[in-house]
């Protein structure tokens, strides 16, 4: 704050004080040299009262809250003292020229400083000059007719001495407001800046970000529709950049994002880039999401951006280093023209990511937008609220149950369960449209637990029918489980709860997890697994020989059944590839403790050899399709009580 106090002189200008105009505020005054010689010779004689009225200055001053803090430290009263001393002292020299107001000023500047009150400073003048009086009437008690014309010598010179101070304490006062107000300015550009940085770049690559590539892009767009130029937006994302956080950590992947955006920048700024000046870039560079870079450019053509795709590929062949590692960076593109593919900044960029989602879907590096796609895609946005509300409400879902037969008996041992899904709009929707949809929008959680759910419903109707007999007819009802599932810690607590209110047993049911799925996080599925087959669950991998699972995992789950998947079943009595997987399959179950069932039987020519080769269960056509509760309970489970019960 010192630094920020006007010097003497400036305030002495500011209020227009000079020499002549002191000599005029004497006059006003009417400060006569007879006054001022008569004070000078009375200071030798007031010398010996100077401590005695400083003392007594200070008792007034302390007796106040706000002014005894200021002056609540021993050293800072001491050399205030000192200072008060040779003020008082200079009060009766005689000579009051320019520079004893310039000295005025200085003391109405630090008491601004200070913050020493107006009233506190006249105040404390009052309390000298009362003071002074005692000493003065002591001092000249044999002349008694001087002390009138010192009091008044005294008082004019106190009035010119407050009125200067004053003078310089409004003035600083004033640039104080000043200063602070230009303090307040200073800070609110700087947030405002800050502000402005934060809603339109990227904190961590300082980058444009989605919404200043906007502004731009609008503004691009305008320039096409009036000079009939052709506008591209191509959407770049670094497919191995989750990879990278997992393996190394979110801080060599932040440092990656940041050496990214310098190599595109370095590869797109001001440069030739399709070998035609009228071809130059030209455009915004922008980070729109964790991994998502979108350059918006003029092209002549599609070629052209293929050209541009090919520079930026070659810029990043060489590898990364950052943080002391080496890093490859692998990346794909989705790319959308204008007017073409939309005439908006917000379509362009919907159009942009659509092509570069289906870039990842078709394993493709570059993707150009496609009408067909958009209409795909929100196909599929439809069919998934859709979905979702029907899992909410419980809607158009229905159960069907698929026999599983014992090949050595034929008899029934179980059952797999399986939705259906019929939707008031859309009529039936095939599985194989709404489970992988599912999974991708992360609804499959919330099938498993319906399924669940309706299937412990389902057995308890059939147990209160006596269709089902603990300890006399048995069977168990097997429900698929994905492996986002298993990522979810209350996935299981969910299973024991939803099985309790509908009171069926754990025991009653068998959770089938594919091969595929369970590489995706084998250590924390096998947790799980492990978890739910105490518990009572029995377990089912699904699928067996399509994945690429080894035996330590397979060892590890203890399993109780292995489902080999019916691409090996079909062509089995034609096919010695297949028989000989197959054959490997039940071998490698019956090591393990596990039995096997073999999915798609369709004749009983391949049953009998699944049954000679030592398979246990089968299911399929042969058997039976996948039927109604109603059906299964007619075919199935009323025969089978029957025998049972005869």
Sequence with gaps: MDSALPPV?????????????FEQRKRFIALTLDEERLLQQLQPRMHTYSDQLIEAFYDHLMQFDAVADLLQHDATRVRLKDTQRRYFERLLSGHYDYDYALDRLAVGIAHERIGLKPEWYTGAFGSYLHHFSKALQHELADSPAQISSVLTALNKLVLLDVTLALDAYSYAS????????DDVQNLYDEQTRHIQKLAFYDSLTGLPNRNLLGEQV?????IARREGRTLSLIYMDI???KEINDTLGHEVGDSLLKAVSLRLQQTTREMDLLGRPEQTVGGTLARITGDEFALACFVPDGDAVLSLVSRINQAFTEPFQVEGVE???RQRYGVVLAPHDGDSYETLLRHADIALHQAKARTDQVCFYDSLLGLKIRERAYLARRLEAALVKGEGLELRFQPQVCLATGQLCGAEVLLRWFDAELGWVSPNQFIPLAEERGLIDMITRKVLQMAGHQRRIWQEKGFIVPGRIQIKLAVNVSARDLDDSRFANDLLLLLEEEGVSPSDFELELTETGLMRDPEEAINMLHYLKEKGFALAIDDFGTGHSSLNYLKDIDADLLKIDMSFVRNLDCDQ????????????????GMKTLAEGIENEAIADELKRMGCDYGQGYCFARPLTATEFEQRWLSSQAADVMA
Aim: hydrophobic share 55%.
């Design 9 to 21: 002189g400036d305030v002495a200008a500011a209020i227009g004080l000079c020499n002549e105009s």
């Design 174 to 181: 004033q640039c104080a407001i000043v200063n602070a107000r």
């Design 218 to 222: 609008e503004q691009m767009l305008a």
């Design 239 to 241: 497919i191995n950049l």
């Design 327 to 329: 890093v490859t960076v």
């Design 577 to 592: 590839a297949n028989r000989a997987i197959v054959q490997t399959i039940i071998a490698t179950a019956h090591i393990f």
